[in-house]
């Protein structure tokens, strides 16, 4: 039994002409590309943000330290913000992109698969950031959000104020097994917060 023949697929295109699928369904990954960035009478709901990425040894993919992390502890310095990693330890790339953003609660169990809990009670919100399929996401990316305005334009010049550490990047892969969208789930213990100021870390508000 033959399986189905790689050079008999359907070509799928990327187009955002193809509104609705070859086959007459929704065409996920165009209907999330126009949510974000809107299209025609469609108004863009994606807010500007910042994927970070970590560099990584071309051969063994290990993520590269950055000069500040002590020989000795293998810590970057958390009291004084290294300029050149603000504090990762590890050296990264930043782009901007745009997304979905949405809270998803404080029982989402993809979101909470990472957990230390200390005493007493804490509010642990989850969020759930939606990328579009050429955000190219994987386990390690960092999502950055920087300040943005009351009309969510961003505030210039851009000051990041929370790094995200996801705890679950899901590739839904749909149609034929292509990437339709990414679903980036977080949560605030597991975040980072800087001061807009001072440029320092803060508690979790
Ligand atoms: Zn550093």
């Known amino acids: ?6 050079d008999a ?9 193809i509104s609705s699928g070859r086959y007459g369904e929704i065409d996920l990954r165009t209907e999330l590309m126009k949510t974000i960035f809107g299209f025609g009478s469609e108004i863009s709901k994606g807010i500007p943000i910042l994927i970070r990425r970590l560099r990584r040894d071309s051969t063994t993919l290990a993520r590269i330290k950055c000069e500040c992390v002590d020989e000795l502890t293998m810590e ?9 990693c603000l504090g990762e330890g590890f050296k990264w790339d930043e782009e901007w992109h745009k997304c979905y953003k949405t809270v998803s609660g404080s029982e989402g169990s993809l979101s909470r698969r990472i957990e230390y809990k ?4 804490i509010l642990d919100e989850t969020y759930k950031f939606y990328f579009p399929y050429d955000a190219n996401l994987i386990q390690g990316d960092r999502i950055v959000e920087v300040m943005l305005d009351v009309e969510g334009q961003i505030i ?3 000051k990041r104020i929370t790094v995200w550490n996801p705890n679950t990047i899901e590739n ?3 149609d034929n097994g292509r990437t339709e969208y990414y679903i980036v789930s977080c949560q605030n213990s597991n975040a980072i917060y800087i001061d807009k100021d001072t440029l320092s870390y803060v508690e979790n508000p």
């Open 1 to 6: 039994m033959s399986l189905y023949p790689l």
């Open 9 to 17: 697929r359907p070509d799928h295109s990327s187009s955002l002409d």
């Open 76 to 84: 970057p310095d958390l009291d004084v913000l290294c300029p050149f």
């Open 118 to 121: 200390g005493a007493g009670k």
């Open 156 to 158: 210039e010049p851009a």
């Open 172 to 174: 839904k892969r749909l």
